[in-house]
């Protein structure tokens, strides 16, 4: 499976990506000399699963930027949120000697073997997504994805913020964390408890984890529900699939989602904000605040792998540019360490659904246009 040929650095090309903190460009190899039998740069991939919205994205990323016509081999493994299979499926790269490793690791900890047996065998990891707790960080090559941490922080600081603009006193919150030991559990879950702590109009009820599914999430709140019923104010779901899962429980169980808590509706914040459907839900005011974590990673790896490629050292980490959504201007903006984070007011979507009929023909269906 090793590449065979040296590319030619003459022959890259540019690719304008959005969104990395840390450079604006890559470049792909040339594939068009040689044997096409063994020119590509092998790649595998160990996915951590397929539990949420965000993670299709993501996986799509990979898939569209890793292929043939960009000049790599891309081997394709599904953990399916578990840690064992993603060891597993690193084994089986080392053994067919990849070129590149790319992980996105289901949570943090439990890598140093694999990772050291990778090292061994001379082949590159590169992380993506969530971030691995290592002893010794030249395990891994580079790491890019988004500041959960962060992250966390703007959603705790804009409840703040906004509970003080609407002069509510105190709001008591339930967090549906995400999957318990993954870096986007870890980093949300820690906003949240900092900004409880910080602030004395910010209660956290209760903690309790939806695996960042929606079905789980549903499950979660209905219990929450039954034993909080109208003491929740707030549910601060993990990402989107939770809160979709989240509104479910509520208005099925006769409670109303919005932002007016001062009126006993239940008040949603999210993160990702990755397909149009969750614009929507803020434009409905079903959800109040999403927090972006963009999924789109794939070409900010091949462009720390062709940095590798053309003997450059990529960066160690790299973030990824992140904003925030919200469906009125209550809070404008949220300052973290002395920077201001601005926050989009969302008036419109078009939230577009394509499938065929049964001659082929492509239906497009406009579900929701500027809407208000
Ligand atoms: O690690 C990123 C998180 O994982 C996304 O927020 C979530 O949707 C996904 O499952």
Known sequence: MKKQIILLASAFCCLVMA??????????????Q????????VVGFSQLGAESDWRSENTESMKSTFTQENG???IFEDGQQKQSNQ?????????????????APVIETGWD??????????????????????EDESLYTAWVGSDFALEGDMAGEWINRFLQTKGIENANIVNIQGTLGASAQIGRTNGLRD????????????????????????EVMESLLKQYGDQIDIVYCENDNEAFGVIEAIESMGWSVGSNIADGEIMIISFDGVKAESKYYILEDKISCIIECNPLQGPLVMDIIMQIENGKTPNKLSYIDEGMFAHDNTVSSVE???????????????????????????ITTIVGNNIK
Not at 91 to 102: G, L
Not at 339 to 362: K, M, R
């Open 72 to 74: 790599f081999e891309l």
């Open 336 to 362: 973290i360490d002395g920077i201001s984070h601005p926050v989009t007011v969302v008036t419109e979507v078009t939230v577009v659904t394509q499938e065929a009929d049964n001659d082929g023909i492509t």
């Open 19 to 32: 969104g990395c903190g840390n450079r604006t460009t890559a470049e792909t190899p040339s594939n068009t």
């Open 87 to 103: 060891i597993m499926a690193i084994r089986k790269f080392i053994q067919q000697e990849v070129d590149y490793i790319v992980i």
């Open 34 to 41: 040689g044997d096409p039998a063994n020119q590509y740069i």
């Open 195 to 218: 900004a409880c702590m910080k602030n004395s109009n910010m209660t956290l009820l209760a903690e309790v984890t939806g695996d960042f599914t929606q079905m789980k999430a549903m």
């Open 113 to 134: 073997t694999v990772l050291q047996e990778a090292k061994d065998a001379g082949i590159p990891v590169i992380l993506v997504d969530r971030m691995v707790d290592v």
